[in-house]
């Protein structure tokens, strides 16, 4: 079999043309190449967890409790008058001072003091400094004076009384009613020096008889 030269050394150059050509083409990226595929983008970070536990209990409420009020109280009856003097006793002496606590102190004041007195035996009753000890306790546990009166009134006290107590002048004169505050004052002014303070403001109402 014989085989054309010429047209066999045309093959041969266009194949090798064609490569050539190719290869060029491929360098100079004339031709596309195929992008291999992109990998998928990470999947999101999951939410952050949502606490499901109950919300903290509020803090408790502290009741107060009831405010201080010496305007609430009903003091209890009086003893009965005791026998005379010449029989042995003393008379009337309980019973005034009660209706005295009652007519010169705040009413819850006066429930304490009245309280403390019909607790005492016959022979204490007729003693006046076992009842003085009654009011002076009860003036002593007072509430303070919410209007700051006391305060006023104790100042001018201290002006005709020095030696007396600030801070007792201030809770005597916060459970006294307005006419004890004035019986107080004066007993002061005239007293001073034998009662002070505290024996003014357990008996003020000497004076006033």
């Known amino acids: 079999m014989q085989v054309d030269r010429g ?40 939410p952050p967890a949502v606490s499901v536990s109950a ?6 409420v502290v009741d107060a409790g009831p405010s201080c009020d010496d305007s609430i109280g009903e003091p209890d009856s009086c003893p ?3 026998l005379p003097t010449v029989e042995g006793g003393c008379g009337p002496l ?8 009652k007519k010169l102190m705040k009413p819850k004041v006066a429930q ?10 016959y022979a204490e009753q007729c003693d006046p400094k076992r009842i003085d000890l ?9 509430c303070d ?16 009384c020095p030696s007396s107590s600030a801070s007792e ?8 009613r307005e006419v004890g505050r004035e019986a107080l004052a004066d007993c002061t002014k005239k007293r001073c020096a034998d009662k002070g303070i505290v024996g003014c403001a357990a008996a003020p109402a000497d004076l006033l008889r």
Do not use: W
């Open 145 to 160: 004076d919410p209007a700051g009166t006391a305060v006023t009134t104790c100042d001018a006290i201290a002006k005709s």
């Open 169 to 176: 002048c201030r809770l005597a004169v916060s459970g006294l």
């Open 80 to 82: 009965p008058i005791g």
């Open 7 to 46: 047209g066999y050394l045309v093959f041969v150059s266009s194949i090798a043309l064609g490569g050539a050509l190719g290869y060029i083409a491929s360098e100079k990226d004339l031709v596309p190449h195929l992008k291999k595929p992109e990998a998928p983008p990470p999947p999101p970070p999951p």
């Open 112 to 121: 304490a003091a009245v309280a403390c007195l019909k607790k005492l035996n």
């Open 55 to 60: 919300p903290p209990p509020p803090p408790p």
């Open 94 to 101: 309980a019973f005034n001072r009660c209706n005295d606590f």
């Open 134 to 142: 009654c009011a002076h306790q009860a003036l002593m546990n007072a």
